[in-house]
């Protein structure tokens, strides 16, 4: 299936699923077996015949995720900095090269119906805590899912909980925060999202800004 990108101002509209944005480190240091993380996700959204969105790169997990996908006939879609054109895959369906991170970003969260987060650095963070804000601000309802391989995000998530204790975040928000153990556990969340009938978000509220 192709997943086209939501005209500007759909960005809460939440479709049946279709595809996929993930978020994942682009490193060529990166450990064997969150590669294997990577090769197995890629390959469980292309069986379903979901569309794979995310950052372009062909190194990394982003890389692994990718080829995988790529190898089991998934249809994947790319957008990439163009300071990093050096490092974009050859092999996609499509890509989409922008000049600024905004760009970026916009494109890889308006591409996606749902999102899932892999281990990874600063910019994986960055995007994780963008698509968690929006979803705080009622901007979309899409499911977001950080799969926790080995406890990579558990000080993570031990610093959220923290928040929450400390009356800065509300429960309701942390809950909006779905952490798996897995990629087996990511990929059925996403199979019962995908059974269900879509959902018409809340219109944004400028007061949700309080945490």
Same mark, same amino acid.
């Given at each position: ?192 999202? #995908? #059974? ?16």
């Amino acid at each position: 299936m192709v997943a086209n990108a939501p005209e500007h101002g759909d960005e809460r509209e939440v479709p049946h699923l279709r595809s996929v944005t993930v978020y994942a480190a682009s490193s060529t240091r990166a450990p064997d077996d969150l590669l294997e993380v990577a090769r197995a996700l890629g390959w469980g959204l292309a069986e379903r015949d979901w569309t794979l969105v995310y950052g372009g790169a062909r190194i990394g997990l982003m890389g692994a995720l990718a080829d995988a996908a790529l190898a089991a006939g998934g249809r994947v879609e790319g957008v990439i900095l163009d300071t990093f054109a050096r490092v974009a895959h050859a092999g996609l369906h499509e890509l989409e090269t922008v000049s600024d991170m905004r760009s970026r970003k916009a494109g890889l969260a308006h591409r996606g119906d749902a999102y899932v987060v892999l281990p990874g650095g600063f910019g994986t963070l960055e995007e994780l805590s963008e698509i968690l804000v929006e979803r705080q601000l009622g901007m979309h309802e899409r499911p977001l899912l950080l799969v926790d391989h080995r406890g990579f995000w558990a000080p993570l998530v031990a610093q959220i909980d923290r928040m929450v204790e400390l009356d800065l975040v509300k429960p309701r928000y942390r809950d909006m925060l779905a952490v798996v153990p897995d990629v087996r556990d990511a990929l059925d969340r996403l199979d019962a999202y #995908a #059974a269900a009938a879509p959902v018409q978000p809340a219109t944004a509220d400028p007061g949700k800004l309080e945490s």
